[in-house]
C-alpha cells in the first residue's frame, strides 16, 4: 500500500523464538539490505531483533523501528516497550473450543473460517517513517 515493491530479500524465516528474531538481524545484516522498519511475527521473535539490533549499536526506535504480533508480556517488558498487535487470546481459546465442539459433533465444515479483532498497540519501539524512503523487513 505504501508504494515499495516486494523484495524477498527483506524477508527472513523464523521459528517464533528469541533466537530466531537475533537469526533474522544477523541474516538480513549478513545479505546487505537497509531497512528502518521490521515486523515480527510475535513479540519473542520481535525483542529478540531487538536485543540483536542494540548488540549492533542500532537505536531502536532511532535507527530502526520495530513492530511485533500477540502483545504477550514480552511486549512491556523489553526495552523499549514493544509497538505490537494486540489479538484477543482468551476469545480466540474460547472460539477453537467452540469450533472443535461443533466439528466433533458434525455440525461444522471443514472449511469454517473465523477472523478475530486485532488492534495496534502503540508503544516506545517505533517512531515515524524517515524521509529517504528506507523500506520495511520482517520474520515471519
Do not use: H
Amino acid at each position: 500500500d505504501a508504494g515499495f515493491p516486494p523484495d524477498e530479500r527483506l524477508a527472513v524465516r523464523g521459528d517464533y523464538s528469541l533466537a530466531s528474531g537475533e537469526a533474522a538481524i544477523d541474516e538480513l545484516y549478513g545479505r546487505g539490505v537497509s531497512f528502518s522498519a521490521l515486523f515480527a511475527s510475535n513479540d519473542e521473535m520481535a525483542v529478540g531483533a531487538i536485543n540483536r539490533l542494540r548488540e549492533r549499536g542500532v537505536s531502536v526506535p532511532g535507527d530502526v523501528s520495530v513492530v511485533g504480533f500477540d502483545d504477550t508480556i514480552f511486549a512491556v517488558a523489553c526495552n523499549p516497550p514493544l509497538t505490537t498487535v494486540r489479538q484477543p487470546q482468551r476469545d480466540i481459546g474460547v472460539e477453537v473450543m467452540r469450533l472443535m465442539i461443533e466439528r466433533l459433533a458434525g455440525r461444522l465444515p471443514l472449511a469454517a473460517k473465523v477472523v478475530m479483532p486485532t488492534g495496534l498497540v502503540v508503544r516506545s519501539s517505533t517512531a515515524p517513517a524517515k524521509p529517504e524512503g528506507r523500506v520495511a523487513a520482517g520474520t515471519r
